[in-house]
T-cell receptor, first 113, second 115 residues
Framework: DQQVKQNSPSLSVQEGRISILNCDYTNSMFDYFLWYKKYPAEGPTFLISISSIKDKNEDGRFTVFLNKSAKHLSLHIVPSQPGDSAVYFC????????????FGSGTQLTVLP | DAGVIQSPRHEVTEMGQEVTLRCKPI?????LFWYRQTMMRGLELLIYFNNNVPIDDSGMPEDRFSAKMPNASFSTLKIQPSEPRDSAVYFC?????????????FGPGTRLTVL
């Protein structure tokens, strides 16, 4: 049973436009959410996070939105750059497994020049 | 900081052989995690340690898998005997209790191929 779902395996966006990556979760005990970016042959790197007490967190070109009632979060990248091309993982933690991260299956973002 | 260090980066072995993967966490981090990434199952947590003590090993697939953390700067993940279905990328990650909650820092991974 996947508690964190990324339903889009891939996304292509033109350089300069907005990229929107989506993530849904089922466990209402999750209270912290993170996005990781992964390049080929490298480990995932932390990108941005949000606590469940907020509905938005912004860091430069990256903004994460959280809709607790819908159990949905999204990552917006504006403007998208070719260097943003990577696999993006959504992750969540909280409840009895507070120290563990549950990852989604990832979305491959390709930013076209 | 050097980040999380894993060795080897690539390992090719034959079925039935013992495989040992190594990890050095970021200095001062008191949590260490072992993950496995496959096409079928994505990124899954195998085991994690706090202050060198295993906390949750429920993700370890079989008794063929074992992990140790003899000190704060070193951990191993051992597979004995290895099987072709163990082929995957294995990641080690570490985090700091007093840091941003649950932000884990990953190593570059070990790509394991079992023939």
């Amino acid at each position: 049973d996947q508690q964190v779902k990324q339903n889009s395996p891939s996304l292509s966006v033109q350089e300069g436009r907005i990229s929107i990556l989506n993530c849904d979760y089922t466990n209402s005990m999750f209270d912290y959410f993170l996005w990781y970016k992964k390049y080929p042959a490298e480990g995932p790197t932390f990108l941005i996070s949000i606590s469940s007490i907020k509905d938005k967190n912004e860091d430069g070109r990256f903004t994460v939105f959280l809709n607790k009632s819908a159990k949905h979060l999204s990552l917006h990248i504006v403007p998208s750059q070719p260097g943003d091309s990577a696999v993006y993982f959504c992750a969540a933690s909280g409840g009895s497994s507070a120290r563990q991260l549950t990852f989604g299956s990832g979305t491959q973002l390709t930013v076209l020049p | 900081d050097a980040g999380v260090i894993q060795s080897p980066r690539h390992e090719v072995t034959e079925m039935g052989q013992e495989v040992t993967l190594r990890c050095k966490p970021i200095s001062g981090h008191d949590y260490l995690f072992w993950y496995r990434q496959t096409m079928m199952r994505g990124l899954e947590l195998l085991i994690y340690f706090n202050n060198n003590v295993p906390i949750d090993d429920s993700g370890m697939p079989e008794d063929r898998f074992s992990a140790k953390m003899p000190n704060a700067s070193f951990s191993t993940l051992k597979i004995q005997p290895s099987e072709p279905r163990d082929s995957a990328v294995y990641f080690c990650a570490s985090s700091l209790t007093l840091g941003v909650p649950d932000t884990q820092y990953f190593g570059p991974g070990t790509r394991l191929t079992v023939l």
